[in-house]
């Protein structure tokens, strides 16, 4: 499939301006400034200490905190982010609503748009300054420290995200700074050969087959594209069902299809990308010669599809036992 791509270039001015683009937000505050709904306390250091098997009893045992000449317990360091989590409440109102406007979020959706659409945390470096005591009311504050150039990997081609959440204490003193990094990526750019690649139409979803449409997806596995039959009126029919909404028999044949139609309309999609289609991806509905209409893939380049364009059945394999029709512009076979 010779599919036109969205994605950036990879080097030349544009990809400089881009990354000049991106850059413009290094310094920002990435998010708003956050506030834990409580303070250190006890309870929730038993929770995070039950859960994590560590027995130490500085985290538990006032006593045995006290004789380490700490003034009582402490929280575990690995504890620092979850004072400020933000709860089950506020994300699922993000997953609902989007996430609120931020710097960051403005960041995330530049390269989304540009097709780096996928996300991997890569780095995670905590710098404890104090132990965190019962009481310590905590504010976090983001800001987004670097954001690299474009980088091909293992997952993909990319840019990493580092922000630096510095941790304050009501007296505005630092507790803890905690270098974030993120990996936001271009799946389809692959390492070893730095350009997309063309998907595998094995990862596809496998269509739904049972008794009433069998023989159509049986007949596409052999490259045949057929049409059902009434038997007793002759109306053609599809998709397959088990009798003839226009005379209700249940008798039917199969008509062999030439392969031919045009546009009846189109949509062209670029995201979400579901695993083994290439983007964009043109979906049409053909006008077959006989009559009926049909969905299926356009395998040409997105730019030339419009209503009324000449189309011709090519065949996909989508491996092991199926096979299904796209069309082709038949303008350019002539
Ligand atoms: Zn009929």
Redesign the pocket.
């Known amino acids: 499939m010779s599919a036109t791509t969205q994605q950036r270039p990879a080097a030349g001015p544009d990809a400089e301006e881009f990354l000049t683009q991106l850059r413009t937000f290094v310094g920002q505050q990435a998010t708003p400034v956050r506030y834990a709904q409580d303070a250190v306390n006890p309870a929730m250091i038993r929770h995070f200490v039950e859960a994590m098997g560590d027995e130490n009893p500085v985290y538990t045992d006032e006593t045995a905190a006290r004789s380490t000449g700490r003034s009582g317990i402490v929280a575990p360091p690995p504890m620092l982010s979850s004072w400020l989590m933000v709860g089950y409440k506020a994300h699922t109102a993000a997953a609902e609503h989007g996430a609120p406007d931020s710097p960051m979020t403005r960041l995330l959706n530049l390269l989304g748009d540009a097709g780096y659409v996928g996300v991997v945390a890569t780095n995670d470096e905590q710098e404890y300054v104090r132990e965190l005591r019962i009481g310590d009311r905590l504010k976090m504050t983001a800001v987004i420290e670097d954001v690299s150039p474009r980088k091909v990997t293992g997952l993909g081609a990319g840019h990493f995200i580092t922000t630096l959440r510095t941790y304050t204490d009501a007296d505005d003193q630092v507790v803890a700074r905690q270098r974030f990094r993120i990996l936001r990526f271009d799946p389809t750019v692959t390492k070893s050969s730095g350009q997309p690649a063309a998907a595998d139409p094995g990862l596809r979803h496998r269509p739904f087959v049972m008794r009433d449409n069998q023989f159509w997806f049986d007949a596409a596995r052999e490259r045949r594209l057929v049409i059902q039959t ?1 038997s ?2 002759g ?1 053609l029919r599809h998709p397959p069902g088990p009798s ?1 909404p ?2 209700g ?1 249940f008798a039917w044949h199969e008509t062999a299809a030439a392969g031919r139609g045009t546009v009846h309309s189109y949509v062209t999609s670029h995201h979400p990308k579901a695993p083994g289609y290439d983007y964009p991806l043109t979906v049409l509905l053909v006008d077959l010669e006989e009559g009926t209409r049909l969905v299926a893939d356009y395998s040409g380049d997105p730019e030339t599809v419009r209503v009324g364009l000449p189309v011709e059945v090519d065949w996909l394999d989508y491996g092991g036992d199926v096979t299904l029709p796209r069309f082709r512009n038949r303008e350019e076979q002539s």
């Open positions: 009434c007793d009126c109306q003839c226009q005379c028999s």
